[in-house]
């Protein structure tokens, strides 16, 4: 966190010319490794620049001041993340199962978390946020020490795993990916068996209490693999780690059985239970081993929504640099409403029209956002008011197995009478 400029150097707070490049050049490691990972955990929420007024910045030599335009270039394109009641819950939520869970004594199966939601509505955000506050915590209590590690081993402490679920999902290329996050050693042409105890050891030695399986969305149970990497993860549950899975829309894809959206709660209720199967599946062991949460987008229709939804937008303007910007310059008049109309509330929008309205305010030298700027800015759609409140879910997912068509039976003509003619032609 960078501290108030003083009056004598406005930008003593500054990086230097070769950490800015750094910061350009060095890129960032991907979350579904170890490495990367860490990076993030550590580096979340830091790029926060030092506070000039457009005299201050005038006064400050030109090489500093191209320095700070281009550090704050990189500020204002990653804003830190904000607290909103949608995010609240969903935190709430993964506080309280990874607390309860990591006191559990000798339950042979934790409950898990599936957070669903549309795109762009911060799942993968707000659930990276909250396991790697986990971590800090986790590793505070231990003192940064592996509890129960065996004396004379060097196995990397991490009590937060994230890995994507692959594309083309099996069980195989599943336990791949989460080896991989470790960058273990292990034969290519190794068994699915094998692979499952790889895992079940990388899990345990690495003292692991969180397995996030990000885009889970990819499966779909009419897919036999897809079936076989779902009890997979039913699998993991037994290790004593809690899993943690996020997706667009889950409840469509059949990994729970049918739901229902309730808008007075806006979350998904679970009708009572039915013998249902799908291929072989029973579905209903998935729905009782995790909860399932619906990450919102803001509303702007009471005053309790208006306010959650305000004070986002001020929390966004405190750290936006721009030479000219005032207070107030997202929230004052009509910018709410406009924003709101342009965005219809998906943070994710929100704040992609915000970092190229930043962008295109320090090209054209206006410093400032502005209803006139932001019109210039092209979103996926400009009209967000139409976003879905209520998220389909299919009844049934589709299946590969086509029913048998019954092949009609052909009509016996041989005593159609075919009319005068027709017995004419034959007799003569």
């Known amino acids: 966190m960078s501290q108030s400029p003083s009056a004598d150097d406005p930008l003593a707070d500054l990086p230097s010319r070769a950490r800015i490049a750094e910061l350009i050049l060095q890129g960032r490691p991907h979350r579904d490794t170890y490495a990367g990972w860490q990076h993030y955990r550590t580096h979340r929420g830091q790029l926060i620049p030092p506070p000039l007024t457009t005299n201050q910045w005038r006064s400050a030599p030109t090489a500093r001041r191209t320095d700070?335009?281009?550090y704050r270039r990189i500020t204002n394109v990653n804003l830190p993340l904000q607290r909103t009641p949608m995010q609240e819950k969903v935190t709430r939520l993964i506080r309280r199962r990874l607390n309860g869970n990591t006191l559990k004594q000798d339950d042979p199966t934790l409950a898990g978390v599936m957070v669903s939601g549309w795109g762009n509505y911060g799942k993968t955000t707000t659930v990276c946020s909250a396991a790697a506050a986990f971590e800090d915590?986790?590793?505070q209590l231990h003192s940064y020490l592996l509890p129960g590690a065996i004396p004379g081993t060097s196995d990397l402490h991490a009590p937060v795993v994230y890995?994507?679920?692959?594309?083309?999902?099996?069980?195989?290329?599943?336990?791949?990916?989460?080896?991989?996050f470790f960058r273990a050693d292990f034969r290519r042409s190794a068994t699915l068996p094998e692979l499952v105890r790889l895992v079940s050891d990388s899990l345990r030695d690495h003292g692991v209490k969180v397995l996030v399986l990000d885009d889970i969305s990819r499966l779909r149970m009419h897919r036999a693999d897809d079936q076989d990497v779902l009890d997979l993860m039913r699998a993991l549950m037994s290790l004593d780690v809690t899993l943690i899975l996020t997706g667009v829309n889950i409840p469509a894809t059949g990994l729970l059985r049918e739901a229902k959206w309730d808008k007075a709660t806006a979350q998904w209720i679970m009708p009572q239970l039915e013998s249902t199967r799908i291929h072989g599946l029973e579905v209903t062991q998935t729905e009782h081993r995790f909860e399932l949460v619906e990450l919102d987008r803001f509303r702007y229709t009471t005053a309790e929504q208006i306010t959650a939804f305000l004070n986002h937008l001020r929390g966004i303007e405190v750290h936006v640099r721009l030479l000219n910007a005032k207070?107030?310059?997202?929230?004052?008049?009509a910018?709410?409403?406009?924003?709101?109309?342009?965005?219809?509330?998906?943070?994710?929008?929100?704040?992609?029209?915000?970092?190229?309205g930043t962008q295109e305010a320090m090209d054209s030298g206006r410093e400032a956002l502005d209803e006139d700027l932001l019109d210039e800015i092209v979103l996926r759609r400009d009209d967000m008011t139409d976003a879905?409140?209520?998220p389909a879910v299919p009844k049934d997912p589709p299946t590969t197995?086509?029913?048998?068509?019954?092949?009609?039976?052909?009509?016996?003509?041989?005593?159609?009478?075919?009319?005068?003619?027709?017995?004419?032609?034959?007799?003569?």
């Open 68 to 70: 700070y335009d281009l």
């Open 401 to 428: 197995r086509r029913s048998p068509r019954t092949k009609r039976r052909t009509r016996n003509t041989v005593f159609d009478d075919r009319g005068p003619r027709a017995a004419e032609d034959q007799t003569g």
């Open 163 to 180: 890995v994507s679920t692959p594309v083309t999902a099996t069980p195989k290329s599943t336990c791949v990916s989460i080896l991989n």
């Open 388 to 390: 879905p409140d209520e």
């Open 327 to 333: 207070k107030g310059m997202l929230t004052d008049g």
């Open 137 to 139: 915590q986790w590793l």
């Open 335 to 356: 910018m709410p409403e406009y924003l709101m109309r342009r965005t219809g509330g998906v943070v994710g929008l929100l704040g992609r029209l915000i970092e190229d």
